[in-house]
């Protein structure tokens, strides 16, 4: 049998990691400057992650959710308390298109309506409700075409109130910051706005913090820059650093039924040792503060990159828009200089999504080995 071919890879075979360190087969050095696609949150193979895993699968890696859980409880308590949502309720499941599915099928039982607003450039998975939200057509089967939905312009809040005064939006869904869409942070005033429209008109406010959250930002959640409280939040990606783990936070004011959800990997031993040593770690050593102390350092530094034509983020989720397309000073990171970056929608965009424990030494790393690739390349900068 062979792979069913939908990704296009870079001949690399990693085996080996560390921090922000990866190693190929041949023993070669890298550094992840795009943290497995914003999933590694405290560094690769953190010897707490590695110990806490270790001391639980000797002693129990699953049971189904028909027992207590503990350590379900443990984690809820712990997230809570880390990201200042103590009140809230968790869904545990095992992806950020899960948490996105379940988020809205919670808003829909809950609001009784089906409808979608969501926005364009928008990314949320690729189960059959969160593909059908996306403007990206390509990603869009047939199957999944049937949802009843409305895309909107990002912050356009006259077009989201328009949509909403019908009163049968069950949720409008945005994340805390586009990602795939090229790293676009809402405005203040549109977050705002947003929030008391959702409220005014009975739709439930669905922040994707999936890629934006777990401290990325340099807040435990990107809408927390804006002071607004969503009705659910679904998180991914960080909080497991690479043990996939998804959850759902819901305001206590939805109530939850006997089989309303479900799932049988969700919340098990495992997962949920994992996601208590990230919160852990980010805790202890202090990586929510590391992201935000290194935006003004990268702003600085990027900018300065020949052909930049815009630095874009906040915390360790930063775009770099360039003149020209990235994909071949892509390829020449990694292959010349040992460094991986992330993509974007826009062919144009460069993301930098590092592990949250790098220093302003990675951040001027990158700086130093753009400049050096754009430079050789002689590409005409306009
Ligand atoms: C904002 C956002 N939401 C949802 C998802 C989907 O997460 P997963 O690939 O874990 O299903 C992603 C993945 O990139 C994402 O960036």
């Not at 071919?5 to 023993?27: H, R």
């Not at 560094?43 to 129990?60: A, N, T, W």
Request: charged share 25%.
């Amino acid at each position: 049998m062979d792979l069913f071919n939908v990704y296009p890879v870079y001949p690399v075979e990693i085996e080996k990691a560390k921090g922000f360190k990866l190693w190929d087969k041949e023993g070669k050095e890298y550094t992840d400057l795009y943290g497995g696609h914003a999933v590694i949150s405290i560094g690769h193979s953190h010897p707490h992650y590695v110990k806490r895993m270790k001391d639980q699968l000797e002693k129990l890696a699953f049971y189904s959710n028909s027992i207590e859980i503990p350590i379900q409880k443990e984690l809820a308590k712990k997230l809570g308390e880390v990201s200042g949502y103590e009140d809230y309720n968790l869904f545990l499941c095992n992806s950020g298109a899960e948490a996105n599915e379940n988020a809205l099928k919670v808003a829909s039982f809950e609001t009784k309506r089906s409808k979608i607003l969501a926005y364009k450039g928008g990314f949320h998975g690729r189960t059959s409700g969160a593909v059908a939200i996306t403007d990206n057509q390509k990603i869009i089967a047939p199957f999944n075409n049937v949802h009843d939905k409305v895309l909107v312009d990002f912050n356009d809040i006259e077009g989201t109130e328009q949509a909403l005064k019908a009163n049968d939006i069950a949720a409008v869904i945005i994340e805390g910051i586009q990602g795939i869409g090229g790293v676009h942070i809402p405005t203040q005033e549109f977050m705002t706005e947003l929030s008391d429209l959702c409220k005014k008109y009975g739709t439930i406010l669905i922040l994707d913090e999936i890629q934006s959250g777990y401290g990325r930002s340099g807040k435990f959640f990107a809408h927390q820059h804006f002071g607004i409280k969503p009705d659910i939040i679904t998180v991914a990606k960080g909080m497991g650093n690479g043990y996939p783990i998804g959850g759902v936070l819901i305001n206590p004011n939805i109530e939850a039924w006997l089989g309303m959800l479900g799932t049988t990997f969700g919340g098990n031993h495992l997962a949920c040792a994992a996601a208590l040593a990230v919160l852990e770690v980010i805790e202890k050593e202090k990586l929510i503060e590391n992201a935000k102390s290194l935006e003004p350092i990268q702003k600085e530094l990027f900018s300065k990159i020949p052909g930049v034509k815009e630095v874009r983020g906040m915390g360790l989720m930063t775009a770099l828009e360039f003149d020209f397309p990235v994909g071949p000073i892509r390829k020449k990171l990694v292959f010349e200089h040992g460094i991986f970056t992330g993509s974007a929608s826009s062919p144009n965009v460069l993301r930098f999504l590092p592990p949250l424990n790098v220093t302003e030494k990675e951040v001027k790393l990158l700086a130093d080995c753009l400049t050096k690739v754009i430079e050789n390349e002689k590409i005409h900068l306009s």
